[in-house]
C-alpha cells in the first residue's frame, strides 16, 4: 500500500539481504523526472519543518537525508552514543548521492532503513521509493556534498541565527527526547555548533535562495514557490 508521494506504507517495505536499490533498475521510469529541490540549513533552522510543508504544498514527497547515517553496529553501543553525528563523514554519501540520481532520474530506489536507537541499519529490509513531480531533499549536508549539487533544480538555504537555532534545538530535545537541558547545552557547544560553523554555514554559498528562518512558515513556503514559480518549475504541481 502506498503513502502520498510514492513512499511505501509497512506492508511495501522490502525484505532480502541485497543492496539497498539492488532491483530498482527494473522498475518503470515517471513519464517526465521530477523537480529536484535542496533544503539545507543548521540544527534547528527550520530547515524540516519547511520541506516537509514544501513537499505537501506541492505535492511531493520530503526526502531527509538521516536514513543515510552510517551503520555503527561494529561498534559498542556506548561508543556508537558517543559520535558526532552533526559530521558529514557520519552519512554515508556516496549511496546518498547515488539514490538521489536515481531518483531524479524518474527511477524507483529501495532506500536503506535507519534504528535511530541503535545507530545501526535495520538489516536485510529497504523501503521502495519513487519521486513523484517533486522531490525535496532536506538535512544539515544537503548543499555540502558536491556529489548532489548538480542534481538540484533550486538549492535553498534558511539562514536562521544561532541563538533562535539553540532555542529550538534545546526545546525539541527537552520535549520529544527527554533529555535534560544541560545535556543538550553541552551538546551544542562540543559539536553541533562548531560543526554547522565548519560545515553547514559555509555550503549556504551554494543556495540559489536563502530564506530567513525566524520569517513565518508560509512567508517562507511562498518564497520558494515564488522562485520555482520564476524559473518554469511548476508545472507538475499537484
Given amino acids: 500500500m502506498k503513502e502520498p508521494g510514492g513512499v511505501e506504507s509497512e506492508g511495501g517495505v522490502n525484505a532480502g539481504t541485497g543492496a539497498a536499490g539492488s532491483d530498482a533498475a527494473a522498475a518503470p521510469r515517471l513519464p517526465f523526472p521530477p523537480v529536484v529541490i535542496g533544503i539545507a540549513g543548521c540544527s534547528g533552522s527550520g530547515k524540516t519543518t519547511l520541506a516537509?510543508?514544501?513537499a505537501r504544498t506541492l505535492g511531493g514527497i520530503h526526502f531527509p537525508l538521516d536514513h543515510y547515517y552510517r551503520d555503527l553496529g561494529h561498534l559498542p553501543l556506548a561508543e556508537r552514543m558517543?559520535?558526532?553525528?552533526?559530521?558529514?563523514?557520519?552519512?554515508?554519501?556516496?549511496?546518498?548521492?547515488?539514490?538521489?540520481?536515481?531518483l531524479a532520474r524518474g527511477e524507483a530506489i529501495d532506500r536503506p532503513l535507519y534504528d535511530f536507537g541503535t545507530h545501526t541499519r535495520v538489516c536485510g529490509k529497504t523501503e521502495r521509493m519513487t519521486a513523484g513531480s517533486f522531490?525535496?531533499?532536506?538535512?544539515?549536508?544537503?548543499?555540502?556534498?558536491?556529489?548532489?549539487?548538480?542534481?538540484?533544480?533550486?538549492?535553498?538555504?534558511?539562514?536562521?541565527?544561532?541563538?533562535?537555532?539553540?532555542?529550538?534545538?534545546?526545546?525539541?530535545?527537552?520535549?520529544?527526547?527527554?533529555?535534560?537541558?544541560?545535556?543538550?547545552?553541552?551538546?551544542?557547544?562540543?559539536t553541533v555548533r562548531p560543526s554547522s560553523l565548519k560545515f553547514v554555514r559555509?555550503?549556504?554559498?551554494?543556495?540559489?535562495?536563502?530564506?530567513?528562518?525566524?520569517?513565518?512558515?508560509?512567508?517562507?513556503v511562498e518564497r520558494v514557490v515564488a522562485e520555482l514559480r520564476q524559473r518554469g518549475l511548476l508545472a507538475g504541481a499537484g
Fill in 52 to 54: 516537509a510543508e514544501l
Fill in 82 to 102: 558517543r559520535q558526532n553525528f552533526d559530521d558529514p563523514e557520519l552519512l554515508e554519501s556516496a549511496l546518498l548521492a547515488s539514490q538521489v540520481a536515481t
Fill in 135 to 190: 522531490l525535496v531533499i532536506e538535512g544539515l549536508f544537503a548543499l555540502y556534498y558536491p556529489e548532489l549539487l548538480p542534481l538540484y533544480h533550486l538549492r535553498v538555504y534558511i539562514d536562521t541565527p544561532d541563538a533562535l537555532c539553540f532555542e529550538r534545538r534545546m526545546r525539541r530535545d527537552i520535549e520529544e527526547r527527554g533529555r535534560s537541558p544541560e545535556s543538550v547545552r553541552l551538546q551544542y557547544e562540543a
Fill in 202 to 220: 559555509p555550503s549556504a554559498v551554494h543556495a540559489d535562495l536563502t530564506v530567513d528562518g525566524a520569517d513565518a512558515l508560509d512567508w517562507k
